[in-house]
């Protein structure tokens, strides 16, 4: 029996809208015989450092009706053992992540600039309930800072309780807000309790 199985990319782009990028269908159609996709290689090992996957490129030999395929691997394998470059590798275009030709505009990289969020939301399931955007700190920075809008003064002075993620990570966890994301510096929002909707406040509440 093999060690290692493909992943399903569709699933993963449903659980992690903004941070893992799957091919559009427009892309997918571009697909021809010769050329390269990415797929992920899922493994079982004993060892602790291993990473339970590896990345790596496919050049397709066939296509079939209904999107399947038939490739040979282009990588070699740095954990898998019963897999080796060159070896045949069947596949369907749910698992495929990546191509030679790119979305002009995808979710991933639309949202990979990174922000502040506390903890409360980001790691405790708590929707956001006030952000505003103030000039970036660093170039991959947006600028958001997103709060529950209820953390205590001593709660945001402990920076254990925020962290620096993608806008991305957080709107997997709610994205309640994004319509609101390309707002210009100095805005600022907060949750109107009774619609849900966020609305423009002038100062930090």
């Not at 045949?88 to 990979?112: G, M």
């Not at 709610?174 to 009774?194: K, M, T, Y």
Request: glycine share 6%; aromatic share 10%.
């Amino acid at each position: 029996m093999q060690s290692w199985r493909l992943a399903n990319a569709d699933e993963l782009a449903v659980e992690y809208k903004y941070t893992f990028y799957k091919p559009s269908p427009s892309v997918l159609q571009k697909l021809k015989v010769g050329g390269a996709v990415k797929l992920i290689f899922l493994f079982e090992s004993d060892d602790p450092e291993a990473p339970g996957a590896e990345r790596m490129w496919v050049l397709i030999d066939e296509i079939a009706d209904k999107g399947t395929f038939k490739g040979c691997l282009n990588n070699h394998p740095k954990h898998i053992t019963d897999l080796a470059l060159g070896d045949s590798v069947e596949f369907t275009s749910q698992h495929i992540i990546a191509t030679e030709h790119d979305d002009v505009d995808n979710l991933v990289e639309r949202y990979i600039k990174r922000c502040y969020v506390t903890n409360l939301v980001l790691r405790e399931g708590r929707p956001a309930g006030y952000l505003y955007r103030e000039d970036p700190d660093h170039e991959d920075d947006s600028g958001w800072r997103i709060t529950a809008n209820d953390e205590s003064d001593e709660y945001m002075d402990d920076s254990k309780n925020c962290a620096y993620v993608s806008l991305g990570a957080v709107l997997n966890k709610d994205d309640s807000f994004v319509e609101v994301l390309e707002s210009p510096i100095g805005s600022a929002f907060i949750r109107d309790l009774a619609s849900g909707r966020f609305v423009p406040c002038d100062d930090e509440t």
